[in-house]
């Protein structure tokens, strides 16, 4: 329930967020189970034009085209009524790393705000250290940054 309330909220957000600059370039999905049971699924708008190789790399691990990715994760990082983070499909406790352009790539920018619940932006170590490892908060927080 939870899970379909963020994705609906970020999908009815994405028409006037920044003036209209941002474009879906591409959607993936999760099937996300809680306890053993189907909880729903995730649907993710990927901005290819403002972040072109962070969502290649989010779409790619998302299908597994390269034959590892996200499907069988678990979200490593729950923390209630702020975020959820996931993505650590090699050591499932948030300090794994692996892109489809090695173990880390460089940021691509900044820019993009979190703009309400349902945002979903890459986790790193710090500078250059983007991966596999993404966020969603729960909340609108003005400093947090796609």
């Keep these: 329930m939870m899970m379909s309330v963020l994705v609906a909220f970020l999908l009815l957000n994405l028409h006037y967020v920044m003036g209209g600059d941002l474009t879906v370039t591409k959607k993936v999905f999760f099937d996300v189970k809680i306890g053993g049971k189907d909880a729903g699924r995730m649907v ?5 034009e403002a972040v072109p190789k962070t969502a290649e790399n989010f779409a790619q691990l998302a299908t597994g085209v390269q034959g590892y990715g996200y499907e069988g994760s678990k979200f490593h990082r729950v923390i209630k009524d702020f975020m959820i ?3 650590d499909f090699d050591k499932a406790d948030g ?3 692996k892109s489809i352009y090695g173990k880390y790539f460089p940021d691509e920018n900044f820019k993009i ?3 309400g ?4 932006s890459m986790a790193n ?3 250059k250290t983007s991966s596999s490892i993404y966020q969603t908060y729960l909340k609108q927080y003005s400093k947090t940054r796609l």
């Design 95 to 97: 300090s794994g790393s």
């Design 44 to 48: 993710i708008g990927l901005f290819g």
């Design 117 to 120: 619940s349902g945002w979903l």
């Design 85 to 87: 983070q996931g993505g």
């Design 113 to 115: 705000n979190h703009h």
């Design 125 to 127: 170590a710090g500078r």
